[in-house]
């Protein structure tokens, strides 16, 4: 399956040498700024994978990449031939009996082709089905040796390539995006010890404690067993009625009824290991970890109603936007961090750090960021790479190790059995995706799709191989088992130091800003008032008032519930360790939002004004916001001043919830025709609705007159100076949403 070479005698397919010599269509509205924008030489054909759009980028190369390279296939200037070489001289006809006649059982052509179409499915993941991956490479900033002896933690020059996939978790796999859920975060590391995945979310904890009640949630969430209603959402009543009866499942409900279930994108979402594991450095000292993935693009959010317009306008919108920002050089990028606790402080805690459905509050136990990951470049076969790549929590390296939470225990179990049925076979470790690095030999053999052709000696001992491959002693990059005292007898029981439900989903509500605290309200009373049978309504609020009364009541009178006082009076819990508000916990609170990547639209006609066009381009390029042009028609848009520019796309196909902000510039040809123009009046109220920031400059600022929009605030900019328009336009931006605009926003008709 390496690369095929140039048939002579089959002319080259004519190559359209300007698909290599323009930028990605991404790239030309990227921002200018060479420091956010690494230079895309473009690989000349033959030489790399090319797809459509794909751009790949030489110096993004690693050692996974180039083992991938020997099972690409390159077709160009080839011949068409079957799966067994055979020249295939017409893909257009099947082989009949007569020109009219019947179809010949012996047309192997045709029978080859249909058989192998007839078994292109293969099973979707049960959970985690809807995805997108992308590859690209971690980096540590110093030795960590104190903690851990793994290799890949020590040399800040080396990068280790990784391959990461995000997720939704209920949806199938052809579900939306932007649903309310759970994102999964798993990272495959390709170490020179071997595979390390991190199979995380995008929240600290989980919503059960111990693995063996994972089907159980998983088939509640899921759409319901009669009707297979409703898809990608938990808001219907199998998946409520199990939350109502399984209160350790709380604290995660609460992150999925915040702005966390609903992300801005896959770059702006932190992401967790969650469960507590080990740290084992080269003298055998053990430290307990939890790994976090902080965004170095900020964290930022949706907001509901968007999040649910967007699932029909660009289902794709966190897969496109990933491969989008691949091939502009945005690479998303993540700092690895860890929250240490030495063995010894294990009981430290108001709760038991093997309990996943808790979280360390980093009030308490500080970040360390300790590395980076940047994803830089995209898959070149969807199937291949995102579909093929087999995750398991079971594959570690030396210098890591697994602790006792029951829930990660189970885990290590259930993947590689998943895979086994999912991928069709015990041999998966084969796929390409799936290979390590490093290599590896032992004396498993056989099995369905076996690749790897073993010699005369597939035991140990041997003497025929002189007893290759051998075992290797006990050092340095070679796994052993941390030799943890156990104790204990052998019992089906839950710890008592596991059973406190309330305290840390109260320190999550306590921790959220006023704004993410309505969010929180309108998420339970959304998926609340989806559910048909009225006790679990009921017995939801009920379990809400332990966390807290101004929750449990906003949430009851959005369901026409009425709370009784004794219910008013259940007891609230005490702070975690002391600790009642962790800022880590909000999204909004003072956290300074990261404008690079970020999207603009310009909603402009012909007879737009080309300076203060170009001097609003240039401001938000300099700061590594991307515009994109969208006018009533596409092709090219006619300046005032007689230039044509590219149109990005029509204003009817590119709805204001697929930006960040939206901007107007000065024109007074271009404003007549807007005015008249229903998408974008629909477009600007849309955008006030969504909280975005609005710039109206010059001649734009008539559609004030024209269109309902309330009075202005802080996040209406207006002016006739561009320079001036687009500066205060990103001071603006910085806060992500017009927060103060949210009481009237749903006065909108949008
Ligand atoms: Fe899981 C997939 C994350 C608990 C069983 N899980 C899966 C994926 C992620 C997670 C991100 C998708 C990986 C990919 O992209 O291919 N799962 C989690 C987290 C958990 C968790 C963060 C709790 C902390 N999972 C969990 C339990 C079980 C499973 C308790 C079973 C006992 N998970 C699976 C699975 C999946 C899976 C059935 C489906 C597809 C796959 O593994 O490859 O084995």
Known sequence: MKKGKKTESIPSREIDKTMYSVEPHYEDTAPSKKLTKPLTSISPPG???????????????????????????????????????????????????????????????????????????????????????????????????????????????????????????????????????????????????????????????????????????????????????????SAHDTFWDYISLQPETLHNVMWAMSDRGIPRSYSMMEGFGIHTYKLINAEGRCHFVRFHWKPVYGVASLLWDEAQLLAGRDPDFHRRELWESIEAGDYPEYELGLQIIPEEDEDNFDFDILDPTKLIPESLVPVHLVGKMVLNRNPDSYFNETEQVAFCPGNIVSGIDFSDDPLLQGRLFSYIDTQISRLGGANFHEIPINRPVCPFHNHQRDGMHRISISGAANYEPNSINNNWPRETPPAGGVFSSYPQLTTGEKIRKRSGTFIDYYSHPRLFWLSQTKVEQNHIIGGFSFELGKVVRPWIRERVVDQLTYIDHNLAQAVAENLGIELSHEQLRHPLPGPVNGISKDRSLSIYDGHSQVLKSRRVAILAADGVCEKSLAIIMKSLHDQSIHTMIFSPHIGKLRTLQGTELNINGTIEGNPSVLVDAVIVPDGKQSIDTLLKDGNAKYYLLQAFKHLKVIGLQGEAQRIYDAIPLPAADEGMITGNAALELAADFIEAMKLHRVWSREMIAGQIPA
């Not at 001289?89 to 007569?98: F, P, V």
């Not at 490479?137 to 990784?162: C, G, I, M, N, W």
């Open 47 to 233: 030489a790399e994978p090319m797809m459509p759009g794909s751009f790949k980028n030489p110096k993004n190369n690693n050692d996974k990449l180039k083992q991938l390279d020997d099972f690409r296939s390159d077709p160009l200037g080839e011949s068409l031939r079957t799966n067994q070489g055979v020249k295939i001289s017409d893909n257009q006809n099947s082989l009949k009996a007569g020109l009219r006649g019947s179809t010949l059982l012996e047309d192997f052509i045709l029978r080859e082709k249909i058989t192998h179409f007839d078994h292109e499915r293969i099973p979707e993941r049960v959970v985690h089905a809807r995805g997108a991956g992308a590859h690209g490479y971690f980096q540590v900033y110093k030795p960590l040796a104190s903690y851990t002896k793994a290799e890949f933690l020590q040399d800040p020059h080396v990068r280790t390539p990784v391959f990461v996939r995000f997720s939704t978790v209920q949806g199938s796999r052809g579900s939306a995006d932007t649903v309310r859920d759970i994102r999964g975060w798993a990272t495959k590391f390709y170490t020179k010890e071997g595979n390390f995945d991190l199979v995380g979310n995008n929240t600290p904890i989980f919503f059960i404690q111990d693995a063996i009640k994972f089907p159980d949630f998983v088939h509640a969430v899921k759409p319901e067993p009669h009707n297979e209603i409703p898809q990608g959402q």
